[in-house]
């Protein structure tokens, strides 16, 4: 049986007893690496952040390349993993086992379908409250989220406990819309990422608590992580907002966001060892 593409290379042949009978059969070892691929994927939905952490993992092809973010959507194409054979155009039932189940196939495709801004504006309601215990107002009172609903949109919020708990009027920033804030805080943050400068007065205003990485390899760290963000999963971007964001005060005069300077040279760690999206 003829196989192209990777997947043939994570088999190995078996002969039994004439070369007509020959028949792929599943390399459990290599066939952990697929399955970690299409879990991993699942998890974090961008192949470009994936093939960074494959790479992180050490796992390269059977012929000991690196795998690029190209060769992983051959992979997660490839119908061999799910136990077909192809042949022009067509699959058929194969004679080998499969290594990754149809559930795992039929959801990792789903994903493929989609944009990765539209994979990320459908997955945003699971997981909405990107600020939630970041954000205050100007009087010091947390703001909670919160969401209503007309028809079929969903419409978010953060809400002042001020006026949760006083009514309207009791704060003078009392309601902000979520989508408003949530992406101004991150363009702040994504300053932060393309400008060099900042990282830097960050890095000096930190002094010792950033001894472990130089500034030139944080800047360098975080300027990649940049063109990376749109394809990050809502869960992916949530959680490096924790990690860089110690709090966001909002008032009628704009907003001020205070960063986490330890959160900003672990983040430079982990994109310089290639294992952001870890935790998505």
């Keep these: 049986m003829r196989q192209s593409g990777p997947a043939s290379s994570w088999f190995r042949l078996r002969s039994p007893s004439l070369p ?21 994927f699942l998890k974090i939905g961008s192949a470009t952040v994936l093939a960074r952490e494959v790479a992180a993992r050490g796992i390269r092809t059977p012929r000991g390349n690196r795998i690029d973010k190209k060769y992983l959507y051959r992979m997660l194409n490839n119908r061999a993993y799910v136990g077909e054979a192809v042949h022009k155009g067509d699959s ?27 994979r ?53 920033v009392g309601r902000v819309p979520a989508g408003t804030i949530e992406s101004a805080v991150m363009e702040q943050l994504r300053a932060v990422f393309r400008q060099p ?8 205003a930190a002094g010792a608590h950033a001894d472990e990485i130089s500034v030139a390899d944080a800047r ?4 990649q992580l940049d063109p990376l963000w749109d394809e990050l999963f809502p869960a992916e971007q949530t959680r490096i907002v924790a ?38």
């Design 20 to 40: 007509r009978n020959r028949k792929l059969v599943v390399d459990e070892e290599r066939a952990a690496h697929v399955r970690w691929i299409f879990a991993k």
């Design 92 to 118: 058929y039932p194969g004679e080998h086992d499969a290594i990754i189940d149809r559930d795992t196939w039929d959801r990792v495709h789903a994903i493929l379908k989609e944009s990765p801004r539209k």
């Design 120 to 172: 990320a504006a459908h997955t945003r309601a699971e997981t909405p409250a990107l600020l939630k215990g970041l954000l205050f107002g100007p009087d010091g009172a947390a703001f909670s989220p919160t969401h209503t609903r007309k028809g079929d949109r969903l419409y978010r919020y953060y809400v002042s406990q001020t006026v949760l708990k006083h009514g309207a009027g009791a704060c003078p």
């Design 197 to 204: 400068e900042i990282v830097a007065g960050t890095w000096k």
């Design 220 to 223: 360098t760290a975080l300027q």
């Design 243 to 280: 990690l860089l964001v110690e709090r966001v005060d909002i008032s009628t005069d704009g907003l001020n966001v205070r960063l986490r300077v330890d959160g900003l040279s672990g983040l430079a760690r982990e994109m310089l060892a290639g294992g952001m999206g870890e935790a998505a």
